[in-house]
């Protein structure tokens, strides 16, 4: 491979690159979704296999028609909070009430968690009533059998009693019951974690004289695509369920791209799940998930109902017959969160969980975005700050990468010392390429030097890099992480501009995505932009003109679009350019070699020469 293929390879590795980035930056927008419109649904969901019809949530949400007036976000939800009774929910890390109608968990917030960092920001809003906008609640109930009615056994608009518990907190559980009035008495027994995990136990008592047959089923719905819905390909948000053998994700457009099942009165997805099951939707920073018992067998449905706008997860379990004078009980876990690794990762090792570090999106790359996460934190367990330890991790990557990078920077440190006989070989060679190539072979094996060795250290960074950005962007340990001064949210870009010289004048900084964001970066990117430079001025300049200005432009036109990535991603690739120049310069001094980066912007570079001997003193 001669050095014009090499630098051909390169620049179409590097053009790949920009290519995929642009593609991140501004993903080609989804195409409109007109959804086939099914008759209207009844209060029923169908017949699903081997049960009775479940009570859909929603029956009198009125469908949002174009051109109406938009409603106030805040006075809705606070107009839906006071329709119903509710007992309260109290822990150090959520808080929020349950419904008794319905016994719905439809209120719920964050309280680690800021909407942004401006003073006195609101905590985050994960779960909101039905009739607020965006409604997005789980419930509980049974779904009749045979021989029953609807009105035989709890539904969503049922008015649950509290037995016992005045709030729901750590270690105090509260118990609700309700009579069918024809023998069967359910109750419903909610306890809480110190995280975010539910569990909700359901039973059902037969006084009758005739056995009753039902299924216990978990649902949670979600009016609507979420308000903050990123639309990402580099991260999955939607639907998310785990069958046992397989990890199923589904975004909003392929629910609502899915075939109407008329057992189930929308269009579903329905799988049988025999055991290690969950289901339910992942946000970017946060998660609402059913998970039955490792043991149970369920069927687990995702659900779009398309007249009222409305997303659902149902994991339906085992049909139960319950004779008369007997009682049966089931248990089912609501995980209500924040996506943090430690949590989750616990409730996988410490609660039988199966795989539930999955729920986090780590992409194609797992088995690099895992492992690169894993030392991230470690390393902020022991530094405190995440902008320290995402340089430590790239000082760990490039100690791991340095035996192939030293092979690599000698071999271009003997390219550019070869340049000169290499331009002889070609005007020799003149149109022939094939003579050009045959002598260029013999050179390289004459001077031992693989021109193919520079490519391959850029080629492990890509898939690094794209891993780095996943976790950076995915993982809400560094959501409003702080580093130095005024970068405070590592998982955002830079916010200082040159639209006001850093701060210097009065004016704002131009709104995140625009243009002129892009255009007047921040301190962060022009810092990365100059790093770039400095490096490529120790590599080896391409002798064709237009590969020559594409590799001068490369860094200018990075650092303008790498403006609006993530400040901890920015950090990254500026240590990791800092990192190699000092690495490339002493390897190339301890070869012989003085770049001359600073005296010379065209880094020519110039052979040490020894030290004369010392004369003999004259006699």
Known sequence: MDEQTRNVILATVLSAAVMLIWFVIFPPPEPPVAPDLPPAASDTAGTPPASGALPLPGADSAVVQPGVAPVDPNAARNTALTEAPRIDIRTERLEGSISLVGGRIDDLSLRDYRETLAPGAEIVTLMSP?????????LFGWAQGAGMSIEDVPNAETEWQVESGDALTVGSDIVLAWTNGSGLTFRRTMSIDEDYMFTITQSVENTGAAPARMAPYGMIARHGEPDDLKGFFIIHEGAIRQTGEELNEVDYGGLRDMDPDPRWGAAADVTAVPENGWIGFTDHYWMTT??????????AALQYDATRDIYRSTALLDTVEVAPGARA??????????????????????????RF?????WGWFYFLTKPIFWVLHELNKIIGNMGWSIIGLTLIIKALLLPLAYKSYVSMAKMKELQPEMEKIKERAGEDRQKLQKEMMELYKKEKVNPASGCLPILLQIPIFFSLYKVIFVTIELRHAPWIGWIRDLSAPDPSSLYNFWGIFPWDTPEPGSILALIFIGILPLVLGVSMWLQQK??????????????????WVFMFM???????????????????????????????????????????????KPAEPEKPPKK
Do not use: C, H
């Not at 039905?130 to 789980?138: F, H, K, N, P, R």
């Not at 590599?539 to 860094?555: E, G, R, S, Y």
């Not at 005296?599 to 570079?605: H, P």
């Open 130 to 138: 039905e009739g607020s906008v965006g409604a997005y609640y789980a």
């Open 290 to 299: 059913l998970i039955p018992s490792p043991e149970q067998s369920f069927t």
């Open 329 to 354: 009980e089931v248990t089912q876990k609501l995980f209500a969160g924040a996506k943090e690794w430690e949590t989750i990762r616990e409730y996988q090792n410490e609660k039988g969980i199966y």
């Open 357 to 361: 570090v999955d729920s986090i999106d």
């Open 538 to 555: 120790l590599n080896p300049a391409p002798t064709d003109p237009t590969q020559a200005m594409i590799f001068a432009w490369m860094p």
């Open 562 to 608: 790498l403006g609006s990535f993530a400040s901890g991603l920015v950090i990254y690739w500026i240590a990791n350019n800092t990192i190699t120049f000092i690495q490339q310069y002493a390897i190339m001094r301890s070869q012989g070699y003085k770049p001359d980066v600073f005296g010379n912007i065209l880094s020519s570079f110039k052979r040490d």
